[in-house]
Antibody
Framework: QVQLQESGPGLVKPSETLSLTCTVS????????WSWVRQPAGKGLEWIGR???????NYNPSLKSRVTMSVDTSKSQLSLSLSSVTAADTAVYYC?????????????????WGQGTMVTVSS | QSVLTQPPSASGTPGQRVTISCSGS????????VNWYQQLPGTAPKLLIY???QRPSGVPDRFSGSKSGTSASLAISGLQSEDEADYYC???????????FGGGTKLTVL
């Protein structure tokens, strides 16, 4: 079955760029919408943005100026970059699969999630 | 401050039926479908309901969703101890061009 695995540094310094990778295994990355979602400790979920497997993106307006998402279909990997981080960006970061283009499930209904990776912003 | 409004907590005893509300606006719930997620402690969220009332394969029919106007609800019947979790509603927002989540509801099974 399809599995997602986030990876990246667990500690990032303030003002630097957070970079994470999500590796997709057991299935195709093509034709699906892929999202990143984060969750600060003890708080709710926040959608960061999504990209389609061919590269189109939508970003949360509150983060848009700092976010870049990309896909490498040859490696079955998704990437997230968040620049100029502050302590407020400390959270568990999840990648999640949305619906397929033309599929039976909405592109923003996330049926498969990675286990999440904790990122702390601190000097 | 979440775009969608949920009660912070809900509770019930085993076997009871509980409902969790999710209130939005014309640009989100009023114009788009609602999805619900269950998050057990220490785990990633799990899709519970999509398209307002559709259950993914494997989700028990004790869970049901509905939507009316700018509000949606998740109902859990025959409450079980393993239902104790955080529940989140979500929808696309046409004004923000973004997915918006509710603040989450912590369900306690007494």
């Amino acid at each position: 079955q399809v599995q997602l695995q986030e990876s990246g540094p667990g500690l990032v310094k303030p003002s630097e760029t957070l970079s994470l990778t999500c590796t997709v295994s057991g299935g195709s990355i093509s034709s699906y919408y892929w999202s990143w979602v984060r969750q600060p400790a003890g708080k709710g979920l926040e959608w960061i943005g999504r990209l389609y497997s061919s590269g189109g993106t939508n970003y949360n307006p509150s983060l848009k100026s700092r976010v870049t998402m990309s896909v490498d279909t040859s490696k079955s990997q998704l990437s997230l970059s968040l620049s100029s981080v502050t302590a407020a960006d400390t959270a568990v970061y999840y990648c999640a699969r949305g619906g397929a283009h033309g599929g039976s499930r909405p592109r923003n209904a996330f049926d498969i999630w990675g286990q999440g990776t904790m990122v702390t912003v601190s000097s | 401050q979440s775009v969608l409004t949920q009660p912070p907590s809900a509770s019930g005893t085993p076997g009871q039926r509980v409902t969790i509300s999710c209130s939005g606006s014309s640009s989100d719930i009023g114009s788009n479908t609602v999805n619900w997620y269950q998050q057990l402690p220490g785990t990633a969220p799990k899709l519970l309901i999509y398209y307002n009332n559709q259950r993914p394969s494997g989700v028990p029919d004790r869970f049901s969703g509905s939507k009316s106007g700018t509000s949606a609800s998740l109902a859990i019947s025959g409450l079980q101890s393993e239902d104790e979790a955080d529940y989140y509603c979500a929808a696309w927002d046409d004004s923000l061009n973004a997915v918006v989540f509710g603040g989450g509801t912590k369900l306690t099974v007494l």
